[in-house]
């Protein structure tokens, strides 16, 4: 089956239930694909959206690491994407493909990535951007040598991995933290202590409500529409305190990370 054909549905109804914001990267390999479904969407006066009304995002290849690349991987992903900006654009991992852990250039690099993103954003092309899979360490030093705050940092969050230095300082800085792998890529969904906090209730919802309340941005993927409408619903639903509480506390426990580990990037 095509990309188009497994995405369009999909996307279709997101839009459809009130979705918003988009979220790609180079590295999913669907910019184009995404492109394509959401020119036709806006042709389509039934879905009632333009560009306008869609909150845009995509990444940095760990391969388009520096200022030159990376200047060009953002104009080459908005023409794959047919759009004159993107709403956001995120250096998706700090390291650089083929270097080792270890390496100073990825330092060098991932400033020279960010450098390119503060000209990008000055000249129109990105209207925000940010950070993803980034460390304290790695955001400390950030901000003391960049010149735009980052205005957004993503990054693997949620009960089994809840990265309190990253949560502190991205508060202390007013950036606006947004977590992904809410579900722990399907596993929290079977977890027990997880299950424990949401007896009868529908386990990814309640997974995604805690973050919201927490004040953090989501982005749940899924391939299926149904699945897709019954988060959607996480708006019109609320934790008390005792379940906030509750889930907070089990990565306390037993803490996990379930996707990509940037600790020992230099």
């Not at 953002?74 to 047919?82: I, K, M, P, Q, T």
């Not at 901000?143 to 990265?163: A, G, N, S, T, Y």
């Not at 529409?225 to 990565?251: F, G, T, Y």
């Amino acid at each position: 089956m095509k990309t188009e054909d497994v995405l369009k549905p999909v996307v279709e109804q997101a839009i459809r239930d009130g979705y918003r914001l988009i979220d790609s990267a180079t590295v999913y390999r669907n910019e184009q694909v995404l492109g394509n479904i959401l020119k036709q969407i806006f042709d389509d006066p039934s879905f009632g959206v333009q560009r306008h009304d869609l909150f845009i995002t995509s990444k940095l290849s760990p391969q388009n690491q520096g200022y030159d690349a990376c200047y060009k991987a953002v104009n080459d992903s908005l023409e794959r994407f047919g759009l004159d900006y993107f709403d956001l654009y995120l250096i998706h991992w700090p390291g650089t493909a083929k270097k080792k852990l270890s390496d100073p250039v990825n330092q060098e690099n991932r400033m020279g990535s960010y450098r390119a993103l503060e000209t990008l954003y000055r000249e129109g092309k990105v209207r925000h951007i940010g950070v993803s899979n980034y460390t304290a360490r790695h955001l400390e030093y950030l901000l003391d040598h960049c010149e735009i705050k980052p205005h957004v940092h993503q990054f693997e969050l949620h009960p089994r991995l809840v990265q309190q230095d990253i949560l502190t300082l991205c508060d202390k800085h007013q950036i606006q933290i947004q977590a992904y792998s809410s579900l722990g890529e399907g596993k929290l969904l079977t977890d027990e202590d997880v299950l424990n906090v949401v007896k009868q209730r529908d386990t990814a919802q309640v997974l995604l409500r805690w973050a919201i309340q927490h004040g953090w941005a989501v982005i749940p993927k899924s391939s299926s529409p149904d699945r897709v409408s019954s988060n959607a619903k996480i708006i019109s639903i609320e934790l008390s305190d005792e379940d906030i509480a509750n889930l907070d506390n089990i990565h306390t426990v037993k803490p996990e990370r379930f996707c990509w580990d940037p600790t020992d990037v230099y």
